[in-house]
């Protein structure tokens, strides 16, 4: 699944109305220490090296405080920045570019910071034929913005919520009444939706496949047991390895010949990039 910019724009619409809602509330009173006339010019600079995200939230920002401010961007997003490299530059009222300066860099450097981590983890299984999947532990209301990101950086999006994809684990096999029961009812009940299970044994990962899952989430799997559940596959469905994979270990399982690996670091230990917005002159 690919994010387009096409698709997100009524979230980065909603996503932007929140953040100023509680940044500026009813009015930025520290802005209106300056003239209402004055006009300013600024640049936005990363201080580490980073992939850039969040441009069209960005701009959207601006949008919503001022549409006369003019963004000039000097990357793209998905692009490799040096230290101290300039992202954008700004122009427009001095009051307009200070009111949504925090809201439109927490956007850049959390988006940032999230891409920067996925390209990471994309250069270290890179030349493997494995995909490395998000999952949903992403920070609440920014979960497509962070999806969005994961593709900047190099990795790929597993399912968007628990509406769009099955990922039937344990506690939901348990309460179904078994793998063949849970499997049957979810095919019923969402004709088209692929379905995913969880499985622990070897014994399960048969009976999911003679089942017809699509995808079998293989959970805490050694690599070399990994490896065995490939050959027992056999293609019948696509494999997705998860649980305790570390940065040691994360090539090992890339080199099983599991078609996925979830990773759900790529949006919950992410780091927000370090930014900084400074006024250069007036106009």
Not at 98 to 113: D, I, P, V
Not at 260 to 273: D, E, M, N, R
Request: aromatic letters at 4%.
């Amino acid at each position: 699944m690919l994010l387009t910019l096409t698709e997100l724009k009524p979230t980065i619409e909603e996503n932007v109305r929140t953040a100023l809602n509680e940044d500026v509330g009813n009015g930025d009173i520290t802005a209106e220490l300056i003239p209402a006339s004055d006009r300013a010019q600024a640049r936005v600079i990363s201080r580490q090296e980073a992939v850039v995200c969040g441009r069209a939230w960005v701009d959207e920002v601006f949008r919503q405080v001022d549409p006369e401010v003019q963004i000039e961007w000097l990357v793209e997003d998905g692009g490799r920045v040096e230290r101290d490299q300039v992202l954008f530059r700004l122009q427009g009222s001095a009051r307009s570019l200070l009111t949504g300066e925090r809201a439109a860099l927490n956007f850049l450097q959390t988006l940032s910071g999230t891409a920067t981590l996925s390209h990471e983890y994309a250069q270290r299984v890179a030349g493997t034929p494995v995909r490395l999947l998000d999952t949903r532990k992403t920070i609440p209301g920014l979960r497509l913005a962070q999806k969005y990101a994961v593709s900047c950086g190099g990795c790929f999006n597993h399912r968007i919520g628990l509406y769009d994809a099955f990922l039937i684990k344990e506690n939901h096999i348990m309460a179904c009444g078994g793998i063949e029961k849970a499997i049957e009812t979810a095919r019923h009940n969402h004709p088209g939706k692929p379905v995913e299970i969880e499985v622990e044994t070897e014994e399960q990962l048969e009976r999911a496949l003679v089942a017809g899952a699509d995808i079998v989430m293989l959970d805490n799997f050694s690599p070399e047991r990994m490896i065995a559940a490939v050959k027992q596959t056999n293609g019948r469905a696509k494999l997705e390895a998860s649980g305790n994979i570390t940065d040691e270990t994360l090539l090992d399982y890339a080199n099983t010949g599991v078609d996925y690996i979830s990773i759900g670091a790529l949006t919950k230990h992410c780091q927000a990039v370090d930014l900084s917005m400074r006024i250069v002159e007036g106009l």
